[in-house]
């Protein structure tokens, strides 16, 4: 555990969505760990989410889960503005919520196709757009992408990797176009992260884990720290910026 407050968080307030498992719930809390209080999003389990809650509170700090579908755009915008309400304010937004997707190009059903990019690529755009509302100078947002938003090394992932490669292109318009306010924008890429969704003994992990330049699984505290360096006060200058943390797999 770092020291409260190591990042400059300390009377912070950070929004993760998707917050209740994996990275997210690893970013929820060393956010808290390092001085914020936080809310976070969940779409299905709010036993999962409470239990990260719980954790955000015996540390010191204030914690809050909100349902929200990254899906509806109208839950999106409904969970910033509680959040703002709520906690009087909105320093760190990092957009996590992602759904996975995987098959031939000819396989891809419409539903799926939308669903993705509703909830990988609308839902980033639309949570900036609703914080940018609160975040002032020193505001932060990061966003989740994926190693293979910049190297594609095997078939079948054409609308995932579509739906990450969006937000490089986001990260960097804003980032140019928030820059005058005092607000970064940065997107981090995580490689095969030892997750629910993507467990380090599921049945793909070894053909994963072959392009791996460390020939490992990552943790998800791995991507954490990512996010609490590019959240503080450290990375007040890195503004734009792809920040991989993928054991190698893009080198």
């Known amino acids: 555990m770092t020291t409260n407050g190591a990042a400059g968080l300390d009377g912070k307030v950070a929004l993760v969505t998707g917050g209740s498992r994996g990275i997210g719930a690893a970013?929820?809390?060393?956010?808290?760990?390092?001085?914020?209080?936080?809310?976070l999003t969940y779409q299905g389990s709010a036993e999962r989410a409470e239990e990260v809650v719980a954790k955000i509170t015996a540390m010191g700090r204030t914690g809050w889960a909100v349902r929200a579908d990254s899906a509806d755009p109208e839950a999106v915008h409904a969970a910033v503005a509680a959040v703002a309400e709520r906690f009087g304010r909105l320093d760190v937004l990092v957009n996590n919520a992602g759904v996975g997707a995987g098959g031939a190009i000819e396989e891809v059903a419409i539903e799926e196709l939308d669903r993705v990019l509703e909830v990988n690529v609308r839902a980033p755009y639309l949570y900036a757009q609703a914080a940018v509302k609160?975040?002032?100078e020193g505001g932060r947002i990061v966003g989740i992408g994926s190693c293979i938003a910049q190297r594609v090394v095997f078939p079948g992932a054409a609308l995932y990797a579509t739906s990450k490669a969006a937000l490089i292109g986001l990260t960097k318009a804003l980032a140019r176009e928030l820059g005058p306010r005092g607000i970064t924008v940065n997107l981090v890429h995580p490689g095969p992260i030892d997750t629910d969704m993507n467990p380090a003994?599921?049945?793909?992990?070894?053909f994963q884990r072959?392009?791996?330049a460390l020939g490992r699984y990552?943790?998800?505290?791995?991507?954490?720290g990512a996010v609490s360096y590019l959240a503080g006060e450290d990375g007040r200058y890195v503004t734009g910026a792809e920040l991989s943390v993928d054991g190698g797999f893009a080198a």
Not at 27 to 39: I, K, P, Q, S, Y
Not at 201 to 206: I, L, V
Not at 218 to 224: D, F, K, L, S
């Open 210 to 212: 072959g392009f791996v």
């Open 27 to 39: 970013v929820a809390l060393r956010l808290a760990e390092d001085g914020a209080d936080v809310a």
């Open 218 to 224: 990552g943790t998800a505290n791995e991507v954490a």
């Open 134 to 136: 609160h975040l002032t």
């Open 201 to 206: 003994d599921g049945p793909s992990a070894d």
